[in-house]
C-alpha cells in the first residue's frame, strides 16, 4: 500500500551528444551573427588543390580561421596574401567535426598592407638603400669547403636534412651546429650572435668554417619573422664568411635571403649548395683519369713509332753522320757570332773615343781657355775701332773748328767790327730796345768795354 501513495522519482535530465552541441552552437551563430563584413590581416594562408583556401583573421587581440571555398571564383581573391589587410563578407559558422569557430569567406576586398607585411617593405626599402642588397659586396660560395657551419635549431626538420645532405653529398666534410631559437621573442638577437660567433671563430674558441647556413624550416609569416628583423639582416652582412640562407619553403622570402651572399629555396637545397656532390667528383676524376691515361698510351705509342721510323733510317746508318750537318751548322753559327760580338766591341769602342774627345774638349780649362782668347780677340777689335773711330771725330772736330773760324764772330773781329750787349748778355739788334742809364757791353777782338747810355 504504502509503495502505491509513494512519489515518483525525477526523470534524470536528458544529455546532449557532441553533435548536438556543436550543432546547436552551429545555428545560434549562423542565425544571430549570420553574413556580416570584416576587417583583419590574412595569416598562413594554405592554397590547397582542390581550390579551397584556409587562413587566418586577425588583429592585434584575436585571430579566427577562415575558409574559402573555390577561391579563384571568388571575387577579390588576389587580394588574398600572407601580411595582407582586407575586408571579407562572410559567413559566421562552426566546424562541427572540430567544434571550432571559423567564418566562411563569399569575398574579398585589400584594406592595406598588414602591419607586419608594412614592416617588412620598409625595411627592406631601407636597406636596399644602404646597399646591403647589392650584388658586388657578395661573397663567393667556396667550391670545396672543408668546414661548414650551421645556425638553426637542434630539434627541428631544417638540421636533419642539412646534415642527411652533407653526409650523403660530402662525408669529409665537419659540419659545425650553433643551435638557436628560430621563432619567438628575442630569437633574432641569438640568431645574430651565433652569425657574430661563427664569423669570429678565433675570438669565441670555434672552428674556422668555410661557409654558413643560417635558416629553418617552412612555417607562417609570424613564424619566420625573426629572420625579417634588422638586428640579422646587419648581423649576416657584417660577417666576413660567405653565408647561404635557408628560411622556410621555396615560395617564403625574408630580409636575410636579400642581404646573404646566396639564397637557398630550402635548408635541404642550402646543404647542397654549400657542398660539392662527392659521388659526381669521383666520377669526374675516373672519367679524367681515363683521359689521362689515353693521352699517355697515345703519346707513348706515337713515340715508339718514332723511334722505329728512326731506327730504319738515319740511326741505322750511323749515329756519326747525323751528327755532321748539325755539327756544320753549329761552327757557322759559332764564327756568325764571333764576327758580332767583335763588330759590336769595335763600334763600341769607336764611340767610346768619340765620347772621350768630346768629353776632353769639354773640359772647363779647355772651355776657360777659349773664352780668353776669344775675350782677347774682342779687345783687340775694341781698341782698333776706338783708335779709328776718335780720328775720325778729331779730324771732324778740326774742319768745324775751322768752319767755326771762319763764318764765326771771331772773324769779324779781326776785320774790325765789334758786338754789343745789354747788361744781361742779351744781343743788342735795334735802338728801340735801349734806354738811357742801361749799362752796355761791348766785344771787341782783343776784350770788352762797358759802357752807359746817357741818351
Same mark, same amino acid.
Given at each position: 500500500?504504502?509503495?502505491?501513495?509513494?512519489?515518483?522519482?525525477?526523470?534524470?535530465?536528458?544529455?546532449?551528444?557532441?553533435?548536438?552541441?556543436?550543432?546547436?552552437?552551429?545555428?545560434?551563430?549562423?542565425?544571430?551573427?549570420?553574413?556580416?563584413?570584416?576587417?583583419?590581416?590574412?595569416?598562413?594562408?594554405?592554397?590547397?588543390?582542390?581550390?579551397?583556401?584556409?587562413?587566418?583573421?586577425?588583429?592585434?587581440?584575436?585571430?579566427?580561421?577562415?575558409?574559402?571555398?573555390?577561391?579563384?571564383?571568388?571575387?577579390?581573391?588576389?587580394?588574398?596574401?600572407?601580411?595582407?589587410?582586407?575586408?571579407?563578407?562572410?559567413?559566421?559558422?562552426?566546424?562541427?567535426?572540430?567544434?571550432?569557430?571559423?567564418?566562411?569567406?563569399?569575398?574579398?576586398?585589400?584594406?592595406?598592407?598588414?602591419? !607586419?607585411?608594412?614592416?617588412?617593405?620598409?625595411?627592406?626599402?631601407?636597406?636596399?638603400?644602404?646597399?646591403?642588397?647589392?650584388?658586388?659586396?657578395?661573397? =663567393?660560395?667556396?667550391?670545396?669547403?672543408?668546414?661548414?657551419g650551421i645556425i638553426t635549431s637542434d630539434t627541428g626538420a631544417a638540421?636533419?636534412?642539412?646534415?642527411?645532405?652533407?653526409?650523403?653529398?660530402?662525408?669529409?666534410?665537419?659540419?659545425?651546429?650553433?643551435?638557436?631559437r628560430v621563432q619567438g621573442k628575442g630569437a633574432e638577437f641569438e640568431?645574430?650572435?651565433?652569425?657574430?660567433?661563427?664569423?669570429?671563430?678565433?675570438?669565441?674558441?670555434?672552428?674556422?668554417?668555410?661557409?654558413?647556413?643560417?635558416?629553418?624550416?617552412?612555417?607562417?609569416?609570424?613564424?619566420?619573422?625573426?629572420?625579417?628583423?634588422?638586428?640579422?639582416?646587419?648581423?649576416?652582412?657584417?660577417?666576413?664568411? =660567405?653565408?647561404?640562407?635557408?628560411?622556410?619553403?621555396?615560395?617564403?622570402?625574408?630580409?636575410?635571403?636579400?642581404?646573404?651572399?646566396?639564397?637557398?629555396?630550402?635548408?635541404?637545397?642550402?646543404?647542397?649548395?654549400?657542398?660539392?656532390?662527392?659521388?659526381? !667528383?669521383?666520377?669526374?676524376?675516373?672519367?679524367?683519369?681515363?683521359?689521362?691515361?689515353?693521352?699517355?698510351?697515345?703519346?707513348?705509342?706515337?713515340?715508339?713509332?718514332?723511334?722505329?721510323?728512326?731506327?730504319?733510317?738515319?740511326?741505322?746508318?750511323?749515329?756519326?753522320?747525323? !751528327?755532321?750537318?748539325?755539327?756544320?751548322?753549329?761552327?757557322?753559327?759559332?764564327?756568325?757570332?764571333?764576327?758580332?760580338?767583335?763588330?759590336?766591341?769595335?763600334?763600341?769602342?769607336?764611340?767610346?773615343?768619340?765620347?772621350?774627345?768630346?768629353?776632353?774638349?769639354?773640359?772647363?780649362?779647355?772651355?776657360?781657355?777659349?773664352?780668353?782668347?776669344?775675350?782677347?780677340?774682342?779687345?783687340?777689335?775694341?781698341?782698333?775701332?776706338?783708335?779709328?773711330?776718335?780720328?775720325?771725330?778729331?779730324?771732324?772736330?778740326?774742319?768745324?773748328?775751322?768752319?767755326?773760324?771762319?763764318?764765326?764772330?771771331?772773324?769779324?773781329?779781326?776785320?774790325?767790327?765789334?758786338?754789343?750787349?745789354?747788361?744781361?748778355?742779351?744781343?743788342?739788334?735795334?735802338?728801340?730796345?735801349?734806354r738811357a742809364g742801361e749799362e752796355l757791353i761791348t766785344k771787341l777782338?782783343?776784350?770788352?768795354?762797358?759802357?752807359?747810355?746817357?741818351?
Amino acid at each position: 500500500m504504502d509503495d502505491l501513495f509513494a512519489k515518483p522519482k525525477p526523470a534524470a535530465p536528458k544529455a546532449l551528444s557532441v553533435t548536438q552541441l556543436c550543432r546547436r552552437i552551429k545555428n545560434v551563430v549562423e542565425i544571430e551573427v549570420g553574413e556580416l563584413w570584416i576587417e583583419g590581416e590574412v595569416s598562413n594562408l594554405k592554397k590547397q588543390a582542390s581550390g579551397h583556401w584556409y587562413f587566418s583573421l586577425k588583429d592585434d587581440g584575436a585571430q579566427i580561421q577562415c575558409a574559402m571555398f573555390g577561391a579563384r571564383k571568388r571575387q577579390g581573391h588576389e587580394a588574398l596574401e600572407d601580411g595582407a589587410l582586407v575586408r571579407v563578407f562572410a559567413e559566421v559558422s562552426l566546424y562541427e567535426a572540430r567544434g571550432q569557430l571559423q567564418i566562411i569567406i563569399q569575398k574579398a576586398e585589400r584594406a592595406g598592407q598588414g602591419d !607586419l607585411q608594412a614592416r617588412f617593405e620598409a625595411l627592406k626599402r631601407r636597406l636596399h638603400a644602404e646597399g646591403l642588397f647589392d650584388a658586388d659586396r657578395k661573397k =663567393p660560395i667556396p667550391k670545396f669547403p672543408r668546414v661548414v657551419g650551421i645556425i638553426t635549431s637542434d630539434t627541428g626538420a631544417a638540421i636533419r636534412d642539412i646534415l642527411n645532405v652533407l653526409g650523403r653529398r660530402a662525408p669529409w666534410v665537419q659540419p659545425v651546429l650553433l643551435p638557436v631559437r628560430v621563432q619567438g621573442k628575442g630569437a633574432e638577437f641569438e640568431i645574430a650572435k651565433a652569425i657574430e660567433k661563427l664569423g669570429n671563430p678565433e675570438r669565441f674558441g670555434y672552428p674556422r668554417c668555410d661557409v654558413m647556413i643560417v635558416g629553418r624550416g617552412g612555417g607562417s609569416i609570424e613564424d619566420l619573422w625573426n629572420f625579417n628583423e634588422e638586428v640579422v639582416a646587419r648581423a649576416i652582412a657584417a660577417c666576413p664568411i =660567405p653565408i647561404i640562407s635557408a628560411v622556410g619553403h621555396e615560395i617564403d622570402f625574408t630580409i636575410a635571403d636579400f642581404v646573404a651572399d646566396l639564397r637557398a629555396p630550402t635548408p635541404s637545397a642550402a646543404a647542397e649548395l654549400a657542398v660539392p656532390d662527392g659521388e659526381e !667528383l669521383i666520377s669526374r676524376l675516373a672519367q679524367v683519369r681515363r683521359r689521362m691515361a689515353r693521352q699517355v698510351v697515345e703519346r707513348l705509342t706515337a713515340a715508339r713509332r718514332s723511334v722505329e721510323v728512326l731506327k730504319r733510317g738515319a740511326l741505322q746508318r750511323g749515329g756519326e753522320r747525323l !751528327l755532321r750537318e748539325p755539327s756544320m751548322q753549329l761552327d757557322g753559327l759559332r764564327t756568325r757570332l764571333l764576327q758580332s760580338v767583335r763588330s759590336a766591341l769595335d763600334e763600341a769602342s769607336s764611340r767610346l773615343s768619340h765620347a772621350a774627345m768630346a768629353h776632353k774638349a769639354q773640359h772647363p780649362a779647355k772651355v776657360l781657355e777659349r773664352r780668353l782668347d776669344h775675350v782677347s780677340s774682342l779687345g783687340r777689335q775694341l781698341a782698333r775701332l776706338s783708335e779709328e773711330q776718335l780720328a775720325r771725330r778729331d779730324q771732324q772736330v778740326r774742319r768745324l773748328a775751322g768752319l767755326l773760324r771762319t763764318l764765326g764772330p771771331e772773324s769779324a773781329f779781326q776785320r774790325g767790327f765789334s758786338i754789343t750787349l745789354d747788361a744781361k748778355g742779351k744781343l743788342v739788334r735795334s735802338v728801340a730796345d735801349l734806354r738811357a742809364g742801361e749799362e752796355l757791353i761791348t766785344k771787341l777782338k782783343d776784350g770788352q768795354i762797358r759802357s752807359r747810355i746817357e741818351e
